[in-house]
């Protein structure tokens, strides 16, 4: 089987400690934690307005990507590093939080919509919508007039504790993507058990 060729691996998120642990942050844990398992550190680029690492993973050469341009504006700093190392928005996988999912649910797939994500619907305007979307389940507060100062909020110890182990879980789902590809990673994440309340998994 043969594995999807990622060259550029995006975390979403917004720089300084004071978002360092929000859910919204997620994105931005999950490359952290690729950075750290596969040795890779990360540098400023301020022509990118990026904070980028080289990484090895899966037998690939590949960079991860922190846009420091905040979330609503996402999309300058991926096109930027996609355009100067020709990169395609189908090399490209993007991790990013999910309020449609609960806390500790991991999904991936292909193209789509930003699903009122405004990170994704920067990154889409600049990039189209071709490439990979590493979803982690955060949650929804139940009221949209609440959902700004839920995903800038930190999660309570009990779903944090879940969104821990999804990052996990999303870190370990990159390898399988780059050497066995996107059945094989998918698989191994929509089989894990439901959380409560959750509908049963498929591949969308």
């Known amino acids: 089987m043969t594995g999807e060729p990622l060259k550029l691996i995006v ?63 996402s999309g300058d700093p991926v096109r930027s590093v996609a355009d100067y190392y020709k990169v395609p928005a189908e090399s490209v996988l993007v991790a990013y939080d999910e309020l449609d999912f609960p806390a500790g649910v991991v999904r ?47 999660p309570n110890a009990a779903d944090a504790e879940l969104i821990r182990e999804a990052l996990l879980v999303a870190a370990d789902a990159v390898p399988v993507l780059l050497t066995e590809g996107a059945q094989s990673a998918m698989n191994r994440l929509h089989s894990r058990g439901p959380s409560p309340g959750e509908p049963p998994a498929t591949n969308s």
């Open 11 to 73: 975390g979403l998120g917004n720089p300084g400690i004071e978002y360092a642990r929000t859910r919204h942050n997620a994105g931005f844990q999950v490359v952290d934690e690729l950075a750290r398992r596969h040795q890779a550190t990360f540098r400023s680029e301020p022509r990118h307005q990026a904070e980028l690492a080289r990484a090895h993973i899966g037998g690939e050469d590949l960079w991860l990507l922190k846009p420091m341009s905040y979330m609503n504006r």
């Open 108 to 154: 991936l797939k292909q193209g789509g919509g930003a699903a009122g994500h405004n990170g994704m619907r920067d990154v889409i305007a600049h990039m189209g919508d071709a490439f990979w979307r590493l979803r982690i389940g955060i949650g929804h507060p139940g009221d949209r007039s609440a959902v700004l100062d839920y995903v800038l909020g930190r």
